[in-house]
Each structure stands twice: as structure tokens, then as C-alpha cells.
């Protein structure tokens, strides 16, 4: 059974970092990557990074290139945990933040993660003051 559990979400001024956490189980970097959407309120959800295997590739949108980086344990068994580091952080950044099994895509240029999704987990919070 494929699982994906998220933690590391909270509170933090402007300029300031968060690092996520994604304890992936019931599959392996050999059948799928991992990314991260998130939901900021009264938006539709949004792909944000992806990470193919557990050494990269790895994507970004263009709103946190520069910003985030997305990183793995660097295990290939069945069971790994996935990071999203995010510096500079700044209010519209504000959102739920999940993570997916997912095949990392990029069609015209963009971030696709949605295509090839198998599941998400259920989200960490990340509020940005100004």
C-alpha cells in the first residue's frame, strides 16, 4: 500500500525556512518519483517540485526556483523520505503543502506532476507572516 506521510509544516516570518518532510512507503524510486503540491486558501492546488530518484533529477516551478530545494535519503528501497527545504520564504508561499507519488514530467516547458499521479498524503501546514 502506497503511503506518504508529511510533517515539518508551521509558522515563520517572512525571509525565514521551513524544511518538509515526506516518509514515503509501499513503493520504490524505481516505479515512482516524488513531488510536492501545495494548496494556498482559495486556490486550486498547485505542483511545486519533483524529485525522479533518489539522486535527481530534480524540478521546479518557476516561483520557488532558487528557493526550495527538493532531496532524498538517498535510499532505493521500499521506504525513503523526501525534503523540501524552503528558504526566503514569503507570505504567498502560504499553503498546505503535500506530497505524491508521482512520475516527474515537464510538457511545454512546465512542471507536470498531475499526469501521472498514484497518491497523496494528507498535508502540512506552512503559514508565512509578513
Do not use: H
Not at 515526506?22 to 513503493?27: T, V
Amino acid at each position: 500500500e502506497v503511503q506518504l506521510v508529511e510533517s515539518g509544516g508551521g509558522l515563520v516570518q517572512a525571509g525565514g525556512s521551513l524544511r518538509l518532510s515526506c516518509a514515503a512507503s509501499g513503493f520504490t524510486f524505481r516505479e515512482y518519483g516524488i513531488g510536492w503540491f501545495r494548496q494556498a486558501p482559495g486556490k486550486e492546488r498547485e505542483g511545486v517540485s519533483c524529485i525522479s530518484s533518489s539522486d535527481g533529477p530534480t524540478y521546479y516551478v518557476d516561483s520557488v526556483k532558487g528557493r526550495f530545494t527538493i532531496s532524498s535519503d538517498n535510499a532505493d528501497n521500499a521506504g525513503n523520505t523526501v525534503y523540501l527545504r524552503m528558504n526566503n520564504l514569503k507570505p504567498e508561499d502560504t499553503a498546505v503543502y503535500y506530497c505524491a507519488a508521482t512520475i516527474c514530467t515537464v510538457r511545454a516547458g512546465t512542471l507536470d506532476i498531475w499526469r501521472y499521479l498514484k497518491a497523496w498524503g494528507k498535508g502540512t501546514l506552512v503559514t508565512v507572516s509578513s
